[in-house]
């Protein structure tokens, strides 16, 4: 139901929500038309050949039918609401961004994705290009305003159709247009997701670069099949967290110990800095109840023995959610599911004693969950903002029989999209929570008897 860090799609809630929370903004209830009132995908692809291929690779193509998407929601968010009537609007309202349009014409509750309905467009070319601005004072839970139609909101002026009409559009181009669907409040008043406000506290914002500008590169292409070349479309390729080549460096690491050389019984002092160099939100961003960004620190000696170096403990509140752990969590998915005494999953399922980057979402009873419209409470936000460095430190007592020679000191910074015994434990195609790579270091030291 969600996707990565920017360039993926995130679970939103329905604007009823708004009215629990406070928030101005508009309601978005209403139905307000037909599924033949919007062009489908493949009409719009007859002209503008190329942005359809780019978009149809894309996470945006994938909102509601992604395996993971329809795993959370038919597995988890329509059991849960079928158990507590609270939870219906809320969860009916994840389509308010997953499929947009289905949700705008009253298909609210849609059949899986198996079904083959219109659902299963997600976010359309006629989602965004449709959209002429928000309503309310802060852009959050598809608060968006939807005009279907033969105009077509887009970046330029004096654009002409045989087909239909086109007007520029200058919030097409903000930061607050992907923020109606990139910033998300729950029933609980939690901001879920704030990936639009992390960039607008941090530096990019300052210095006008803006989502678009990381996420739909500009560069050579043809807008349309009856239009010549350009040199500055906007591509509609929208990397994020599920791509690897957007992913990998994001996080620059750095790595050093105190001395050059110790003898086994020392105490050995080893440095790693972690830079985020490349992305204008934190990180992880979106889906943060379900990211997992670590970093893994381990000596191997000259015979080959590794040794896993746990971080210095720092002594801020809720750090343990922020050192790997296997206890178990995620009990309120066997509430959700109706499975009696449901004990809960490894909270992480990694190697115990590295550091985590997250913000613990705790459901209402205190506990880890992966549930953001049934969290309540956050533990400490330790991630990394943009331009921000973490310092961690580790203290590794060097064994005594520790073999003689050069120890090399291994940094690896690693990132899943999903807690892997969430993922087993919901039948999660494994390529969901395959352990990604984006950098690593390294340096060594020499035991010398």
Same mark, same amino acid.
């Given at each position: 139901?969600?996707?990565?860090?920017?360039?993926?799609?995130?679970?939103?809630?329905?604007?009823?929500?708004?009215?629990?929370?406070?928030?101005?903004?508009?309601?978005?209830t209403a139905v307000k038309g037909k599924y033949s009132d919007f062009e489908t995908p493949e009409s719009c692809a007859q002209c503008h050949k190329e942005i359809y291929r780019e978009w149809k690779q894309t996470m945006m193509s994938q909102?509601?039918?992604?395996?993971?998407?329809?795993?959370?929601?038919?597995?988890?968010?329509?059991?849960?609401?079928?158990?507590?009537?609270?939870?219906?609007?809320?969860?009916?309202?994840?389509?308010?961004?997953?499929?947009?349009?289905?949700?705008?014409?009253?298909?609210?509750?849609?059949?899986?994705?198996?079904?083959?309905?219109?659902?299963?467009?997600?976010?359309?070319?006629?989602?965004?290009?449709?959209?002429?601005?928000?309503?309310?004072?802060?852009?959050?839970?598809?608060?968006?305003?939807?005009?279907?139609?033969?105009?077509?909101?887009?970046?330029?002026?004096?654009?002409?159709?045989?087909?239909?009409?086109?007007?520029?559009?200058?919030?097409?181009?903000?930061?607050?247009?992907?923020?109606?669907?990139?910033?998300?409040?729950?029933?609980?008043?939690?901001?879920?997701?704030?990936?639009?406000?992390?960039?607008?506290?941090?530096?990019?914002?300052?210095?006008?670069?803006?989502?678009?500008?990381?996420?739909?590169?500009?560069?050579?292409?043809?807008?349309?099949?009856?239009?010549?070349?350009?040199?500055?479309?906007?591509?509609?390729?929208?990397?994020?967290?599920?791509?690897?080549?957007?992913? /990998?460096?994001?996080?620059?690491?750095?790595?050093?110990?105190?001395?050059?050389?110790?003898?086994?019984?020392?105490?050995?002092?080893?440095?790693?800095?972690?830079?985020?160099?490349?992305?204008?939100?934190?990180?992880?961003?979106?889906?943060?109840?379900?990211?997992?960004?670590?970093?893994?620190?381990?000596?191997?000696?000259?015979?080959?023995? /590794?040794?896993?170096?746990?971080?210095?403990?720092?002594?801020?509140?809720?750090?343990?959610?922020?050192?790997?752990?296997?206890?178990?969590?995620?009990?309120?998915?066997?509430?959700?599911?109706?499975?009696?005494?449901?004990?809960?999953?490894? /909270?992480?399922?990694?190697?115990?004693?590295?550091?985590?980057?997250?913000?613990?979402?705790?459901?209402?009873?205190?506990?880890?969950?992966?549930?953001?419209?049934?969290?309540?409470?956050?533990?400490?936000?330790?991630?990394i903002g943009p331009r921000e460095t973490k310092i961690e430190t580790y203290t590794w007592d060097i064994p005594e029989d520790i073999a003689p020679g050069r120890v090399k000191i291994e940094v690896k910074v690693l990132y899943r999209l999903?807690?892997?015994?969430?993922?087993?434990?919901?039948?999660?195609?494994?390529?969901?929570?395959?352990?990604?790579?984006?950098?690593?270091?390294?340096?060594?030291?020499?035991?010398?008897?």
């Open positions: 139901m969600k996707k990565g860090w920017r360039g993926g799609v995130f679970l939103f809630f329905g604007i009823s929500v708004l009215l629990l929370l406070g928030i101005s903004g508009d309601k978005n909102a509601y039918t992604h395996h993971w998407d329809e795993i959370e929601y038919f597995k988890l968010a329509v059991p849960h609401a079928s158990r507590d009537k609270e939870f219906k609007e809320v969860v009916e309202g994840c389509n308010g961004c997953h499929t947009p349009i289905a949700y705008f014409v009253g298909d609210r509750s849609p059949r899986p994705p198996s079904a083959g309905t219109r659902a299963n467009e997600s976010v359309s070319c006629e989602v965004c290009h449709t959209v002429s601005g928000f309503k309310g004072d802060v852009p959050v839970n598809f608060n968006y305003l939807m005009t279907p139609g033969k105009v077509k909101y887009g970046p330029r002026e004096g654009v002409k159709s045989p087909y239909h009409d086109t007007v520029k559009s200058d919030f097409i181009q903000s930061p607050e247009f992907c923020a109606t669907c990139h910033n998300e409040k729950n029933p609980f008043g939690m901001w879920v997701k704030s990936t639009q406000l992390e960039w607008k506290e941090g530096p990019y914002s300052k210095e006008g670069v803006r989502c678009q500008d990381c996420h739909m590169w500009t560069g050579k292409g043809v807008p349309a099949v009856m239009s010549k070349a350009v040199a500055d479309m906007r591509h509609h390729t929208f990397p994020g967290g599920h791509v690897m080549a957007k992913i /990998r460096g994001a996080i620059e690491v750095k790595v050093y110990s105190d001395e050059d050389e110790y003898e086994p019984g020392d105490e050995a002092k080893i440095t790693v800095q972690l830079y985020n160099a490349k992305a204008g939100h934190k990180l992880p961003t979106g889906s943060v109840e379900d990211r997992q960004l670590w970093v893994e620190v381990h000596a191997i000696d000259s015979a080959g023995k /590794r040794y896993i170096l746990p971080v210095d403990k720092k002594g801020f509140k809720g750090e343990k959610y922020t050192i790997t752990s296997n206890e178990l969590a995620y009990q309120d998915m066997g509430e959700m599911m109706g499975i009696k005494d449901f004990k809960g999953l490894p /909270r992480d399922d990694l190697e115990e004693g590295h550091r985590i980057y997250r913000i613990a979402f705790l459901d209402p009873r205190g506990r880890p969950t992966i549930a953001q419209w049934n969290t309540k409470t956050f533990a400490v936000d330790y991630r999903l807690v892997r015994s969430v993922a087993k434990f919901l039948r999660v195609p494994e390529d969901e929570y395959r352990t990604r790579e984006i950098n690593s270091a390294e340096t060594y030291i020499e035991i010398i008897e």
